[in-house]
């Protein structure tokens, strides 16, 4: 069974600088997704970005993009120019065949 | 909005009660889950439904119950439940349960077990 690990329960940013989440996940597969989720305060989970395991170009959704890094099993998410709606929780998730495993996610806090 | 209502929003119950949760999504999708997000725990896949049929059974408990009628609607019934099983439960859909899909969540339902 695959394992995602987020090892920062909390993190901040100053409004318009940039942070970077990390997250890590063990998979013995060699096809798969991996996605950042954004739940807000309102709790209703949305998709940030996703990056296929294939490919080795890093994704990128306008102030979001990601570090993935196959060989140490590294998927960091970057947000630039950090806004106050940025502010939630942030989970990794890893997905292959029908098994879809989540991080224990990170509390972002945007200090204006 | 996402597309997938979650009713209701909150539920208090007792142990010795029968309930059930409802998820519909308007996304014409395929595949529909249920997850438990407990404090501080990474959110835990229960049920995977794919054309109506289980396709997952992470290990829950028989008090919970789901249920697949069709592609857009979900339930998860209830019945005597325990206190630690007081989480916010999400339903998600997604096209199919194919790997390559995201997922859509839907706001979830808070319950709390008395």
């Known amino acids: 069974a695959q394992t995602v690990t987020q090892s920062q329960p909390e993190m901040s940013v100053q409004e318009a600088e940039t942070v970077t989440l990390s997250c890590t996940y063990d998979?013995?597969?060699?096809?798969?997704?991996l996605f950042w989720y954004k739940q807000p305060p309102s709790r209703q989970m949305i998709l940030v970005i996703r990056q296929e395991a294939y490919k080795q170009q890093n994704a990128t959704e306008n102030r979001f993009s990601v570090n993935f890094q196959k060989a140490a099993k590294s998927f960091s998410l970057k947000i630039s120019d950090s806004q106050l709606g940025d502010a939630a929780m942030y989970f990794c998730a890893a997905h292959n065949n029908n098994d879809m495993r989540f991080g224990a996610g990170t509390r972002l806090t945007v200090k204006p | 909005e996402t597309g997938v209502t979650q009713t209701p929003r909150h539920l208090v119950m007792g142990m010795t009660n029968k309930k059930s949760l409802k998820c519909e999504q308007h996304?014409?999708?395929?595949?529909m889950y249920w997850y438990k997000q407990s404090a501080k725990k990474p959110l835990e896949l229960m049920f995977v439904y794919n054309f109506k049929e289980q396709t997952e059974n992470n290990s829950v408990p028989s008090r919970f119950s789901p249920e697949c009628p069709n592609s857009s609607h979900l339930f998860l019934h209830l019945h005597t439940l325990q206190p630690e099983d007081s989480a916010l439960y999400l339903c998600?859909?997604?096209?199919?349960?194919?790997?390559?899909?995201?997922?859509?969540f839907g706001p979830g339902t808070r319950l709390t077990v008395t």
């Open positions: 998600a859909s997604s096209p199919t349960s194919g790997y390559s899909y995201e997922q859509y």
């Open positions: 998979t013995s597969e060699s096809d798969y997704y």
């Open positions: 996304l014409g999708h395929n595949a």
